[in-house]
């Protein structure tokens, strides 16, 4: 498979505070990898880092075999160009209608007014938002807000689409129904993904492997079904669940 994330030994420190120590791990093409971590543990800042937004104090990220330290600023915008990003908070634009919203990746591209309808109605029939492609952000829900995010993070069709707490602040009911979504669209489009996330359901259903990281590092690697069937040593210690 080819490779579309490298991590190499990164290193990042805030007011002597080691945030993240010597974190490595790559992702191939299809795969949807999810880094599981309580707040503060460093899932935020290693996203930045991996789309360039920070530079580590050490180590290397390479997206698409291209090493993003290394390279010219405007080579990583295009780079980022391939890359769908749903932020935590859906970040939709407040003026702009859902369908303005879904549409906006298309602003700067040649294609016809036509191809652009076609290609919105038919992302937001994808994540379930048909019928509202005339409403303001203002008059959706949480978990509209969040499928519209979705919709506009994938109408480009790019090679990795990166969801920050996709659940965080949706009732469970909302969260359960949003992640099957998501995995529907994963298998459909073939998606190669990066979840972050502090929420095990989350993790056992999207993922094909699922990084622990604490007090920065990764201090596990676990499938999915070892979630679901049972709560290890380290997971138990992870959670700071105990033992029934």
Do not use: W
Request: proline share 3%; hydrophobic share 45%.
């Amino acid at each position: 498979m080819d490779e579309i994330v490298r991590v190499e030994n990164v290193v990042k420190t805030f007011l002597n505070k080691r945030v993240l120590n010597s974190i490595s791990f790559s992702i191939q093409k299809g795969e949807a990898v999810c880094i599981l971590g309580k707040s503060g543990a460093g899932k935020t800042v290693l996203l930045k880092i991996i789309v360039g937004l920070l530079r580590p104090d050490k180590g290397n990220v390479f997206l698409f075999g291209r090493n993003i330290f290394k390279i010219k600023r405007e080579e990583l915008f295009r780079l980022r160009e391939n890359i769908g990003f749903v932020f935590q908070n859906s970040a939709l634009f407040d003026s702009l209608t859902v369908f303005e919203n879904v549409a906006y990746p298309f602003l700067k591209r040649e294609i016809s007014d036509e191809e652009v309808k076609e290609k919105v109605l038919e992302m937001l029939r994808l994540v379930e938002m048909q019928g509202t492609e005339n409403l303001m952000p203002a008059e959706l829900s949480g978990g509209m807000k969040k499928r519209v995010a979705i919709a506009r993070a994938l109408i480009m069709e790019p090679k990795l689409v990166i969801y920050d707490e996709p659940t965080a602040g949706l009732d469970p009911a909302t969260g359960r129904s949003l992640v099957e979504i998501i995995k529907r669209l994963n298998e459909e489009k073939k998606t190669t993904s990066i979840i972050v996330t502090h929420d095990l359901e989350v993790a056992s259903t999207l993922a094909d492997r699922v990084l622990f990281l604490r007090e920065g590092k990764i201090v596990k690697e676990v499938k999915p079904e070892d979630l679901k069937e049972g709560l290890d040593v380290e997971i138990i210690k992870f959670f700071n669940l105990r033992e029934v």
